[in-house]
């Protein structure tokens, strides 16, 4: 059974930063591209990034946290993280993570296989 379970989300001031971690387990994790996508209330679904472990860890990031956000994965511990820095009202969502067994869309629109129960991030005006 394929799990994956998020974690790391919070309440914090604008400015400031966290990090989310996403536990991947019941797949081959080099054989998966992982990524973020956050879904605000009344708000579409946005990706927010993807790394491709297919693809020897290329990345990609939505033009609104570019230079905000950091993808990362570390291969022992099956874990995808998300650097978030510089916070704004604007990134405040239910985060989720989300596994596929292709390479990362380059627009972050395509559906994934697998996806997390989510982690709220909440940054306040």
């Known amino acids: 059974e394929v799990r994956l379970v998020e974690s790391g989300g919070g309440l914090v001031q604008a400015g400031e930063s966290l990090r989310l971690s996403c536990a991947a387990s019941?797949?081959?994790?080099?054989?998966?591209?992982i990524g973020w996508f956050r879904q605000a209330p009344g708000k579409e679904r946005e990706g927010v990034s993807c790394?491709?472990?297919?693809?020897?860890?290329?990345?990609v990031y939505a033009e609104s946290v570019k230079g905000r956000f950091t993808i990362s994965s570390d291969y022992a511990k099956n874990t995808v993280y998300l650097q978030m820095a510089n916070l704004k009202p604007e990134d405040t969502a239910v985060y989720y993570c989300?596994?596929?067994?292709?390479?990362?869309?380059?627009?972050?629109?395509?559906?994934?296989?697998?996806r997390g129960q989510g982690t709220q991030v909440t940054v306040p005006t």
């Open positions: 989300a596994a596929d067994p292709h390479y990362c869309d380059p627009e972050l629109r395509a559906d994934y296989m697998y």
């Open positions: 019941g797949l081959t994790f080099d054989d998966y591209a």
């Open positions: 790394i491709s472990q297919p693809d020897d860890g290329s990345v």
